[in-house]
T-cell receptor
Framework: GAVVSQHPSWVICKSGTSVKIECRSLDFQATTMFWYRQFPKQSLMLMATSNEGSKATYEQGVEKDKFLINHASLTLSTLTVTSAHPEDSSFYIC?????????????FGNGTRLTVT | GNSVTQMEGPVTLSEEAFLTINCTYTATGYPSLFWYVQYPGEGLQLLLKATKADDKGSNKGFEATYRKETTSFHLEKGSVQVSDSAVYFCALTRFSGGYNKLIFGAGTRLAVHP
């Protein structure tokens, strides 16, 4: 089946540094990928829609300069948390839909737990 | 706006017990409704879906019916197994900015004991 790989699965960084999270579709191409954030005991909150070869579209309230998204190829999207602060600590999840299978469900990565100290 | 409300967990059951996880939604229009499951250490997987009122989604013994009149999509299973222990997310689609986007509930953790 379709697999989405997310890396790293967990990361600890110091306040003020930047962290990059990768999301790869391993056996399919994805024109569009979605990035979610999940706080403890809360919903997955959609942060942005990542579009291959163009700028990401961000949901209301999400800082574009804080969460940089790059979707350079049909199999890779990256989320960079810039100048991270403790309040950015969260669980980040990406998802993707097979470009060649309209109407197919989203496939999710296993998530990345970010802890900013 | 569109939103999903799920019953709080954790839900703890004995094997072979009957399961209900409540889910209600608010939405404009007629969204599609989904249940996703996240097993320990894994990503979210689609469990079942329904795309219009009165549709019943079913998979692996789980089922849920799209109830427009009560804006609900409750998840049920007649006899749970230990292997069903996971976090279950109810979700709906919202068409925005040219894309169908998923809006999730908070998730309900299910623990099944032998």
């Amino acid at each position: 089946g379709a697999v989405v790989s997310q890396h790293p699965s967990w990361v600890i960084c110091k306040s003020g540094t930047s962290v990059k999270i990768e999301c790869r579709s391993l056996d399919f191409q994805a024109t569009t990928m979605f990035w979610y954030r999940q706080f403890p005991k809360q919903s997955l909150m959609l942060m942005a829609t990542s579009n291959e070869g163009s700028k990401a579209t961000y949901e209301q309230g999400v800082e574009k300069d804080k969460f940089l998204i790059n979707h350079a190829s049909l199999t890779l999207s990256t989320l960079t948390v810039t100048s991270a602060h403790p309040e950015d600590s969260s669980f980040y999840i990406c998802s993707a839909r097979d470009k060649g299978a309209e109407g197919s469900p989203l496939h999710f990565g296993n998530g990345t737990r970010l802890t900013v100290t | 706006g569109n939103s999903v409300t799920q019953m709080e967990g954790p839900v703890t059951l004995s094997e072979e017990a009957f399961l209900t996880i409540n889910c209600t939604y608010t939405a404009t229009g007629y969204p599609s409704l989904f249940w996703y499951v996240q097993y320990p250490g894994e990503g979210l997987q689609l469990l079942l879906k329904a795309t219009k009122a009165d549709d019943k989604g079913s998979n692996k013994g789980f089922e849920a019916t799209y109830r427009k009149e009560t804006t609900s999509f409750h998840l049920e299973k007649g006899s749970v197994q230990v292997s069903d222990s996971a976090v279950y997310f109810c979700a709906l689609t919202r068409f925005s900015g040219g894309y169908n986007k998923l809006i999730f509930g908070a998730g309900t953790r299910l623990a099944v004991h032998p």
